[in-house]
T-cell receptor, first 114, second 113 residues
């Protein structure tokens, strides 16, 4: 069974802390994505990666960075957490090519920044 | 930027009834997908329809796509309490999308026994 695993279900951090959100997929997918989800706004793309060590900005990259050192792992980094980054963070992966476009999502990390 | 917009924002129906929700989008697309999200969890893919298709079925789900109107609809027939969830449409844009999807804000569906 395909799986995308996010390291934490709930996380509470303080303003100014550096925060790491980890995501691992076991499907050998090329593409990996980080979205944040806020009520009434749906999912917004933060960053995505289509290969190891490759990354592209999404719609709202400010305040975030990412790392993809291995194909199966995609990390989201909040360099200095702020209260407006309190949100649900969703990681997803997909294979490359026509016929493989659907995303597989992790269960999400609910981050609270106090 | 948000591509899809779902309508209605919320829907409350009884078991056995049909649920219909709509999605409008702004630019040309490769495909349009529908996802379901149970409360506080990740999204699960339901169905994908390509830009050259007009209708697609999967079990109790029926999806239509009208590219001239830039709109899609999702119909869930004979709804069950287990269908209670939020439903999102997502579009894969035509140029340089690298498989990334733009999601709408979702329709929250409540099915009461």
């Amino acid at each position: 069974d395909v799986k995308v695993t996010q390291s934490s279900r709930y996380l509470v951090k303080r303003t100014g802390e550096k925060v790491f959100l980890e995501c691992v997929q076991d499907m050998d997918h090329e593409n990996m994505f980080w979205y944040r989800q806020d009520p009434g706004l749906g999912l917004r793309l933060i960053y995505f990666s289509y290969d190891v060590k490759m990354k592209e900005k999404g719609d709202i990259p400010e305040g975030y960075s990412v790392s993809r050192e291995k194909k199966e792992r995609f990390s989201l980094i909040l360099e200095s957490a702020s209260t407006n980054q309190t949100s649900m963070y969703l990681c997803a992966s997909s294979a490359l090519g026509v016929g493989y476009e659907k995303l597989f999502f992790g269960s999400g990390t609910q981050l609270s920044v106090l | 930027s948000q591509q899809g917009e779902e309508d209605p924002q919320a829907l409350s129906i009884q078991e056995g009834e049909n649920a219909t929700m709509n999605c409008s989008y702004k630019t040309s697309i490769n495909n349009l997908q529908w996802y379901r999200q149970n409360s506080g969890r990740g999204l699960v893919h339901l169905i994908l329809i390509r830009s050259n298709e007009r209708e697609k079925h999967s079990g109790r789900l029926r999806v239509t796509l009208d590219t001239s109107k830039k709109s899609s609809s999702l119909l869930i027939t004979a709804s069950r309490a287990a269908d209670t969830a939020s439903y999102f449409c997502a579009t894969d844009e035509t140029t340089d999308s690298w498989g990334k999807l733009q999601f709408g804000a979702g329709t929250q569906v409540v099915v009461t026994p």
